[in-house]
């Protein structure tokens, strides 16, 4: 299914990533002028946009106490002075009527005004008397990746070194957990080996679950460039609908939801048995393996791909063998560079980490990795979700600079290094995040602390968890209230947001890039990182904290890279830079473009070539994944599939975008996309209010039919933005989770549909 790709597309799909047009922010128009004028501006402070795991370096122009307007940074070498929509509107989520100013406690069911000395007693005294009464495992956690690397850093140290529990994990759990557990069973360390440079050396990509266009706008910005400039350039995108992305390339695979298994390993065959692999890598590099580490041969492998000939999936995945096996050729062509994009198509599923390693063996089989343009690259969601989380230690399962809970010599390290007794530290995993709410609903967790995300309408399955958050003592850590979950909390704290605060965020191609503290919080509004050190101090936790400024945090966190893999640029460098990817191993050091590779990566030596090293045999792995379907697959009763995800205009629970009235307008509420062959059979017109209904719950939502996605018949997909709760799609969701990373499946279910009454 080859789709021509005309000049007026092209210009169209350009019009259509609308993101820097409307803006007017198009790569080549000024991008000076920010929806407020920018010539008002004093002076202009550095940071890095609040939303998307792009890492847009953004100054924002101060006057007062005041941020006036925002531009891109053009030293910034992720966008070069470029920002979508929603950056350059950033100024407008500051000054709302919805900003909590006092902590509030609930008292006989309505919030009141106290002082931070009550809120903080209160909260203290609720965490030590379930301490006691309960032990440690009573309480927990609940973090985000767009928090500051300091905040995680320290409430994880305050977690583990003083409470004595591992019950600390965030909202990665549910957006970048498959990601991870793909790269550390690949390849036994987190994170990518390439950078977003790749884009403009890559000329085919691969884009399978993700949509750029809307989600990585900038990013996209980049991809669309490189078209522009190298006709040689060949971009294939899989995805259940037609999505934005789809308006360039060249090849769109509306395959089967959660088929993609079955997909990629089609893809392996015609690359094995059409001698498209590259022999000489395979060899020297990788090893084969099936389950959780059982080798195999390669001969192995041969015989299980046997299973999925083109023409043995063409219909389970629902597209034609001759297609599988062009794209297949293009991948592995030799001639060619190749990248693949995925997110959360891939890591929302049950099989999230199966079908990470699936994109991996791709890139092993034909040796297209660690060199310029060809590199599997895992696109990131929030934007520090790996600066924040990954590395930082926030999730119940690792500890700081890629150490992990289980591993007795990681623990003892940090022990050493936060001067705390030898063997103290808690060695069994905490709750990962729907076990975690779980034990809110079961009674097991006595106190909660949320910060700088909104699970009352993120999680899925909300029936079943809300109550939970209901009952447990939760303290939410928020710039605005009420939220979905500020309202169900027994103590609201006031935080900072974005450029009131100084602090550290890691993008999704491990650039480490500071933000200064522009403007003052407002009322008694507190930077997290106070919040989170005076909890500490309350708490009796004092040695724990020897900080007064971010910065001495970084330099702590900065000891416990030593000697790993992701040592980082100090302080007085990131704040005087743009940026630096790691490693970074002294201040001398450039920053890193690839890892594992020869002439890039400062922990290979010369006559190295490429080096696995996070593994021990420095071997990556080629899994042999079989094909598994999604936990609930549509049925008669229920017989369609349902996907959730984003648009460009709001962010995850539109706390911060509803408030940004240009982008209320252009989107003033969300809606389910059907396809106009479903919606004739049903009786739908576009506008129409239609029940989505589920096992758990239904939604009503209005049709969108022919709009910017379109979905493939049998699929409806609804946007999770929505705040009211008869449109929160998430009620509607089920919490199957992958076994491995636990990961929530919230890219597939089962839904009927029918015109609301
Ligand atoms: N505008 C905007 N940008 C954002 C965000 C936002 O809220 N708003 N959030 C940020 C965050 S945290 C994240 S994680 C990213 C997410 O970025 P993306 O993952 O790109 O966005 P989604 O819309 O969640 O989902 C991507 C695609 O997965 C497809 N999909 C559905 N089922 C399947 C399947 O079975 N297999 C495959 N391969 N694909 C499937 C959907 O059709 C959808 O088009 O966006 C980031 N950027
Ligand atoms: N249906 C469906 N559900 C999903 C997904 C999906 O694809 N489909 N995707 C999942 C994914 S990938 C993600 S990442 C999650 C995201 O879900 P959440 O993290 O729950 O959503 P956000 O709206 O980003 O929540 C961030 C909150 O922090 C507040 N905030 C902003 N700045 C600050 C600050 O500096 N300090 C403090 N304390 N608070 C602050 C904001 O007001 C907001 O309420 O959603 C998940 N849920
Ligand atoms: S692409 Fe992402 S990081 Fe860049 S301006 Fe847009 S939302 Fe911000
Ligand atoms: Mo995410």
């Not at 392996?268 to 090893?287: C, N, P, R």
């Not at 063998?321 to 959360?344: G, H, P, Q």
């Not at 530290?425 to 975690?436: C, I």
């Not at 106009?676 to 739908?684: C, E, F, S, T, Y």
Request: aromatic share 8%.
């Amino acid at each position: 299914m080859e789709l021509k790709f005309s000049r007026r597309d092209f210009l169209k799909a350009i019009a259509a990533s609308a993101a820097m047009l409307t803006a007017g922010c198009s790569p080549k128009r000024d991008t000076q002028q920010g929806p407020v004028e920018a010539k008002e501006a004093d002076k202009w402070v550095k940071g890095v946009c609040r939303y998307c795991g792009t890492g847009c370096g953004v100054l924002a122009g101060v006057k007062g106490n005041k941020i006036v307007a925002v531009k891109g940074d053009p030293d910034c070498a992720v966008n070069r002075g470029r920002l979508c929509v929603k950056g350059i509107l950033l100024p407008k989520i500051i000054d709302t009527k919805d900003r909590v100013l006092h902590p509030l406690i609930k008292k006989d069911g309505q919030f009141v005004e106290a002082s931070w000395d009550e809120a903080m007693n209160l909260v203290v005294s609720k965490f030590k008397e379930a301490i006691e009464q309960y032990g440690p495992d009573s309480v927990g956690f609940y973090g985000s990746g767009q928090t500051f690397a300091e905040e995680t850093y320290t409430m994880q140290k305050i977690m583990r070194a003083g409470i004595g529990t591992n019950n600390i994990d965030g909202n990665p759990r549910t957006c970048m957990a498959s990601a991870v557990a793909g790269y550390v069973t690949t390849f036994g360390a987190d994170e990518p080996m390439g950078a977003y440079a790749d884009i403009e050396a890559a000329d085919t990509f691969f884009i399978i679950g993700s949509n750029m266009a809307e989600a990585h706008p900038v990013l996209f910005s980049r991809l669309v460039d490189r078209k522009n400039s190298e006709p040689k350039v060949k971009i294939i995108v899989a995805d259940p609908r037609k999505t934005r992305t789809v308006d360039i390339a060249d090849y769109h695979l509306p395959f089967t939801p959660s088929r993609d298994l079955a997909l990629m390993n089609a893809m392996a065959q015609v690359i094995v048995e059409e001698g498209l692999t590259d022999e000489q890598f395979i060899s020297e590099h990788t090893e084969f393996m099936k389950g959780a580490s059982d080798s195999i041969t390669y001969d192995e492998y041969k015989t299980f791909l046997q299973d999925y000939r083109p023409e043995l999936v063409a219909e389970s995945t629902g597209i034609a063998a001759e297609t599988i096996r062009e794209v297949a050729r293009l991948f592995a062509d030799k001639n060619r560079n190749t990248m693949s994009l995925w997110c959360m198509g891939l890591n929302q599923r049950t099989r999230g980490v199966w079908v990470n390693n699936l994109v991996h063996n791709l890139h092993l089989l034909t040796g297209k990795i660690c060199r310029p343009g060809n590199t599997p690259f895992s696109l990131t969601g929030q934007p520090s979700a790996c600066g924040s989380v990954r590395e930082t230690g926030g999730l119940s399962h690792i500890l700081p600079a890629h150490r992990f809970v289980a591993n007795e010599k990681h623990r003892n390290e940090l022990e050493e290094i936060w001067g705390i007794p030898k063997g103290t530290m808690p060695s069994k995993p905490g709750y990962h995040t729907l076990e975690m709410f779980k034990a809110a609903v079961t009674g097991d967790l006595k106190c909660l602390w949320v910060m700088t995300t909104n699970p009352g309408q993120s999680l899925p399955n909300l029936n079943y968890y809300r109550p939970g958050m209901e009952k447990t003592f939760m303290v939410v850590s928020e710039t605005y209230h009420p939220t979905r979950t500020s309202e169900l909390a027994d103590v609201v704290l006031p935080a900072a947001l974005w450029m009131e605060k100084e602090g550290i965020y890691g993008n999704g191609e491990r650039r480490t890039q500071h933000l200064a503290q522009a403007v003052k919080p407002p009322g008694e509004a507190r930077s997290d990182l106070e919040t989170i050190i005076d909890f500490a101090k309350r708490m009796g936790f004092e040695h724990l904290v020897p900080f007064n400024t971010p910065e001495e945090v970084w330099a702590e966190y900065q000891k416990c890279q030593e000697g790993t893999d992701m040592q980082m640029a100090s302080y007085k460098r990131l704040r005087e830079g743009h940026g630096f990817t790691w490693p970074v191993p002294d201040d001398n050091s450039p920053e890193t473009y690839i890892r594992y590779a020869e002439g890039y990566d400062p922990y290979v030596k010369q006559g190295e070539g490429i080096k696995f090293y996070a593994r021990k045999n420095n071997r990556a792995v080629i899994y042999a994944r079989p094909q598994q379907d999604a936990q609930e697959m549509p049925d008669t009763e229920y017989p369609f599939f349902l996907t959730t995800g984003r648009i460009l205009e709001h962010w995850h629970t539109g706390t911060m975008t509803f408030n940004v009235p240009e982008l209320k307008t252009a989107v003033p509420e969300m809606y389910v996309e059907v396809h106009p062959d479903d919606a004739a059979r049903l009786g739908i017109n576009d506008g129409d209010l239609v029940d989505v209904t589920s096992r758990r719950a239904t939604c009503k939502l209005k049709a969108k039919i022919n709009g910017r996605g379109q979905p493939k018949p049998g699929l409806v997909y609804v946007p999770f933005h929505d705040q009211v709760m008869e449109r929160m799609i998430n009620f509607v969701l089920l919490d199957a989770f992958d076994p491995g990373s636990k990961q929530p499946e919230y890219k597939v279910c089962a839904v009927r549909l029918a015109k609301s009454t």
